[in-house]
């Protein structure tokens, strides 16, 4: 759940609301989970981009979400090369298909970069080419090493 941001940072309260009608029912979770305390659900109605409203399901806010997440919050990305859940080589497309070709750069395999009003932002991409979906199991040792060197360089 994302928080909302206070003068000094980060953990100033939930950005969510109470759900409403525009959120899938919850009867089948309840069924299945069991009822949560009162003023809590399993949907809620939650958009981390201003003046939104609609149906996540089948509106693209997700795109505009990312970008606007990624321009703040500190970034590792990974591409297993055996991962077909989330085939990270997708992303810069899909991102340039809903954001725009001229706010994405891909000049290289290694980085994503997006553009800003402000400036542009690089990530870097860890290739996994023996891992799935699941980079931790296949190579921790590569992975323990990456993020160290990542959070040793300042974790941006």
Known sequence: ???????TGFGSGAACSSADDTVPSQTSLVATLGPLPPGQSYFLPYSPLSDTTGDWRSLAYQ??????????????????????VVPT????????????????????????GIRYPDGERFVDIFEYSEAGHMITM???AKLANNLGGWLADGAR
């Open 1 to 7: 759940m994302r928080t909302t941001r206070s003068a």
């Open 138 to 140: 296949i190579e921790p």
């Open 63 to 84: 795109a505009p979400a990312f970008a606007d997440n990624l321009h703040d919050v500190p970034a590792f990305l990974t591409e297993g090369g055996r991962d077909l």
């Open 89 to 112: 080589r997708a992303l810069a497309p899909a991102l340039r298909a809903a954001l725009g070709a001229s706010r994405i750069d891909m000049s290289s395999p290694s980085r994503l």
